[in-house]
């Protein structure tokens, strides 16, 4: 039934970003990371009765950066809820969200299509507190007993809420490594999902293509990498297909996704708003943001992605993916313009950061922050293969012994006397050599197969170990074999 229906995704996301103010949002323990357990608490985030909970400035004024950053509207007044739900790592058994009045709605992400930019609304945007950490002993199907840490029992969060915007898995990845670049060159979160400062719910349904409609939608937790969102999704998305073209319905729940299994499971039916009993926190005034205190946010913000990768394309004359692929972290930016500072030609950094810097950087699993090779000693490469002191190819190995000594270009091409041979008398005699030796490519060439030059290129590399300077190897051939 329904065999031949096509369908496509729906899919929108519920982010939550941990803000790095140095304390809690509603008292001041610090929020430092990795501390022992239970030692950065208080009677406030411990939930004790009788306290008071005072809001931090700092969590809403970064919450107000991101909203302005992302072009969402900072409501002049919102208010604090209570959501109520009994779990061990909510010791008041309620959170301190907000709920009808947040504190931002509107706004969207403008997400860089290869060239043709495309925006993914925001619904809305939050303030709310954290709950702590449960540790299961044992193992995970065993376990005896729990722990339960609430040093990140208060830590500040933003919620944040797509319109159901996105159609595909990959694009979904995508929005969100939008996001977090934009949360990182605000500077109010880390945006590492690894390690849950970044955390993200997947919605999703499917629908026949070309229907106006949407489908029941599930929501996907548990995913705690870019990739693992997209795998997820990949996988629900199937699951889905698989039931209405059998003609089945598509319940609506809350799945988990399994990493190690590739499979979502069905975690529990979808809890309405209702289910929380919602209401205004009575322990906290409104929250009044003044024009004033906004326009001053709006000033102080950076240069954000979707500006620098405009001002990439314009100023160095980069391509649109190029600009897209360096301005996805700070970091990267900045290294891409250091170099480009010291070596004029923007095309060949990029190229040289693109395929061979974040080649080296994915194979080892490293971040940027990691890399070892400085936008000095990058340039230096660089002018040297402009200036025809090496070829591009011999300038693959340099870089790799770069990485792997610290040592500077020149030193290396100097140490293993890998300076390219332009000295035309040298090469001539060397290409005489393979035109002797290499009678079947020769005729080929001359037969008009265009294509066997490369064959006589390759040779003479291989003798001279691949340190001729190739654009005159090709001269070379080329009037040689015309003149016999
Ligand atoms: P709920 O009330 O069930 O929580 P919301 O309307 O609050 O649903 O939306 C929650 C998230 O789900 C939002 O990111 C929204 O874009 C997304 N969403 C809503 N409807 C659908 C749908 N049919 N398919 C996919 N995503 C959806
Ligand atoms: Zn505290
Ligand atoms: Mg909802």
Request: hydrophobic share 40%; net charge negative.
């Amino acid at each position: 039934m329904n065999a031949e229906l096509t369908y496509e995704a729906v899919i929108g996301l519920e982010v939550h970003v941990q803000l790095l103010t140095e304390s809690k949002i509603f008292c001041g323990c610090s929020t430092r990371f990795g501390e022992d357990p239970n030692s950065q608490t208080c009677p406030v985030c411990l939930g004790m009765p009788g306290v008071l909970p005072v809001l931090n400035k700092k969590a809403v004024e970064f919450a107000i950066r991101t909203a302005l950053a992302v072009h969402g509207t900072v409501a002049p007044h919102c208010r604090f809820a209570r959501k109520n739900y009994f779990y061990p790592d909510l010791p008041k058994d309620y959170q301190i969200s907000q709920y009808e009045l947040p504190l931002a709605v509107g706004g969207f992400v403008e997400m860089s299509d290869h060239g043709t930019a495309r925006r993914v609304r925001i619904r809305r945007i939050h303030l709310e507190e954290d709950a702590g950490k449960l540790l299961h002993a044992g193992a995970m199907d065993q376990a005896d007993y729990s722990l339960v840490d609430f040093n990140r029992c208060g830590v500040p969060l933003i919620e944040m809420v797509t319109e159901p915007d996105l159609r595909t898995p990959e694009e979904a990845a995508e929005f969100l490594k939008q996001f977090r670049a934009i949360l990182q060159y605000l500077g109010v979160s880390q945006g590492n999902m690894e390690e849950g400062n970044l955390r993200c719910d997947a919605n999703v349904s499917v629908r026949p293509s070309g229907s106006a409609d949407f489908g029941v939608k599930t929501e996907v937790k548990n995913m705690n990498s870019f990739r693992n969102v997209q795998r997820a999704l990949e996988y629900e998305i199937q699951r889905q297909m698989t039931l209405l073209r059998a003609g089945r319905p598509v319940i609506q729940e809350t799945r988990l996704w399994d990493a190690d299994e590739e499979v979502t499971l069905p975690m529990r039916g979808k809890e309405e708003a209702h289910d929380y009993r919602y209401f205004p926190e009575p322990d906290l005034v409104p929250v009044e943001v003044s024009p004033a205190w906004i326009e001053e946010i709006a000033a102080s913000l950076p240069e954000l992605p979707a500006e620098r990768r405009r001002r990439f394309v314009q100023a160095y004359g980069l391509p649109e993916y190029d600009a897209a692929v360096l301005t996805g972290s700070k970091a990267l930016a900045n290294y891409f313009e250091e170099c480009a500072q010291l070596h004029r030609d923007a095309k060949l950094v990029s190229n040289w950061i693109m395929s061979e810097l974040l080649g080296y950087l994915n194979r080892e699993g490293k971040d940027i922050s990691e890399n070892p090779v400085t936008p000095a000693q990058l340039a230096a490469l660089l002018n040297l293969i402009r200036g025809g002191v090496i070829s591009g190819k011999i300038a693959k190995g340099v870089f790799e012994e770069m990485i792997q000594t610290r040592k500077s270009p020149e030193t290396i091409v100097e140490e293993k006397g890998l300076v390219q041979i332009s000295d035309r008398d040298e090469l001539s005699q060397i290409v005489d050599q393979v035109i002797e030796q290499n009678p079947g490519p020769v005729s080929d060439f001359k037969g008009g197969k265009e294509k066997a030059l490369t064959a006589l290129v390759g040779a003479v590399m291989r003798v001279t170990k691949g340190k001729a300077n190739p654009q005159l190897i090709n001269d070379l051939l080329r009037e040689k074999l015309a003149g016999r």
